[in-house]
């Protein structure tokens, strides 16, 4: 069954637009079976937003008067996509105070060995529309990736090396997201895991 996705308008108005399997896959580590699937937002493709009006029964018509253009959709899927994700991954660093830094790729780690993982979601909306594309798609992928890194920063003791580790443990998170992407498995979230141990560990020193 394909996931639901609601814009304020047709929140207000109480209907939803049931999207197609093939715009979802299996919900991040720590997500309720509730939640809704990741994807890439191929929406933003005109052959994708004809695939949506037929696989999910509602006319063209009825789709262009809840979401007056696809960037709209995609908006909206990114939106949701980025409460779901971040969600998660915060609850999972919550659940590891011992080891927030590791809880986190740990749930990398797990994300990228589910069946169709196909990268970042965020980061294929970008890649697909550019730095010139709409703003109302790319404004939530920069939101999201400011939200992630800030999150990052979080698992970090107070130091004067915070904010450059906060930076350079998004890099790594990115990093093996793309990798990951070619190659599926929890092998480019454990690398990343044992860079990011060493970084730390060399933080560490510099700060005794």
């Known amino acids: 069954m394909g996931a639901t996705l609601e814009n304020d308008r047709s929140q207000r108005k109480g209907i939803s637009v049931t999207l197609p399997p093939w715009t979802t896959k299996r919900p991040a580590p720590g997500c309720s079976t509730r939640r809704r699937r990741c994807s890439t937002p191929r929406a933003s493709r005109p052959s994708a937003w004809i695939r949506i009006r037929a696989e999910s029964g509602v006319p063209l ?3 262009y008067k809840l979401f007056p253009a696809k960037e709209a959709l995609v908006a909206g899927y990114l939106e949701r996509r980025d ?3 971040t969600g998660s991954l915060r609850e999972a ?6 080891d927030p830094v590791g809880a986190v790729f ?3 780690a797990a994300w990228f060995s589910e069946p169709g993982f196909r990268g970042c979601a965020f980061l294929n909306a970008y890649g697909e529309l550019g730095a010139g594309g709409p703003a109302a798609v790319l404004d939530p992928v920069r939101r999201h990736k400011a939200g992630l890194r800030a999150l990052l920063a979080d698992t970090l003791p107070p130091g004067p090396d915070r904010e450059e580790l906060a930076d350079q443990l998004l890099i790594l998170v990115e990093g093996a997201t793309a990798v990951a992407a070619l190659t599926p498995g929890p092998a480019p979230a454990r690398r990343a895991a ?3 141990a060493a970084l730390l560990r060399a933080a560490d020193g510099r700060d005794g």
């Open 83 to 85: 409460r779901r994700w």
């Open 61 to 63: 018509k009825r789709l």
């Open 93 to 98: 660093v919550a659940a590891a105070p011992a």
């Open 106 to 108: 740990d749930w990398l």
């Open 194 to 196: 044992a860079t990011a």
